[in-house]
């Protein structure tokens, strides 16, 4: 499946990829990290797979990743005229691994928070948020004109305890019904279909999964199926070590110029998960 993913991501960048405009890095002399990527000839970006942004090619045969992030540092690459050379991240790496100048920059999307803020620079081209779904059926949902309707005394919303959306859920919602249940996944789905909650909340990023394989569920912010929500917004980018001003200056011009390109390089993603 994944595999199947990942060689539809490539053929649809292909056929969006259009004319690049160039954006000229520094002249030598004003970034000494982009002296030295050009000097060791490669740029170096620590990658682990996370949709839709960076998704890897478990298939064996072909490039072994896809996805906007990607996309981004491909065209780094090419500017500099270096070789693009993954490294392998983890979870507990991918920040250190700046520090230790074992990568140029941290390709593997990361949110940004006021705790990494503090130690590393962002390049922002996207953002993960939250939505709230239920049934097209129930009336206490489909009369719900926003997510700000939905804190009702009279509208049960469902979370999972220990989820990453249970203290957004009791701030966001104080004057709703709650129902805490154990489970894991993306979103409490059992509790909308089996109709013991009106709204649940999920990541805008699987609810679009969700949406195909369960029938007959709205979402709020209905506005481009919710995929523009700013509910529990976190900004979503690749990092460099702090204290490199020039070089955070051109990779975020650069990304300000694929906007368009790397916004559909993840719906993309998104609708073949």
Known sequence: MRAILFAAVIAGSMLTG????????PTPGVSPRIDAIRKSGELRVGVLANLPWLVENT???GEAWAGPAWTLAKEYAKLLNVKLTPVLVSHETKVPVL????????????AETPERSQVVDFVIYSNTSVCMFGLASNQKFANAKSVDDLNNPDVTIAYFTG?????????????????AVAGSGA????????RRADAAPSNRVPLVGIQKKVKGLAVLPKENNCQDSTEKAAPVGLAVHKG?????????AV??????????????VIEML
Request: proline fraction near 6%.
């Open 244 to 252: 490199q001003d020039a070089y955070l200056v051109w990779l975020r």
């Open 187 to 194: 979103a409490p789905i059992e509790e909308i279909m089996a």
């Open 255 to 268: 990304a300000n110029r694929l906007e368009g390109q790397l916004k559909a390089d993840e719906m993309r």
């Open 59 to 61: 298939s064996g045969s």
């Open 163 to 179: 989820g990453g959306e249970e203290g957004w859920v009791k701030e966001r919602f104080p004057k709703a019904k709650l129902r």
């Open 99 to 110: 520090a230790a100048n074992q990568v140029d920059l941290t390709l593997s999307p990361l």
């Open 18 to 25: 259009g004319v690049v405009h160039s954006q000229e890095p």
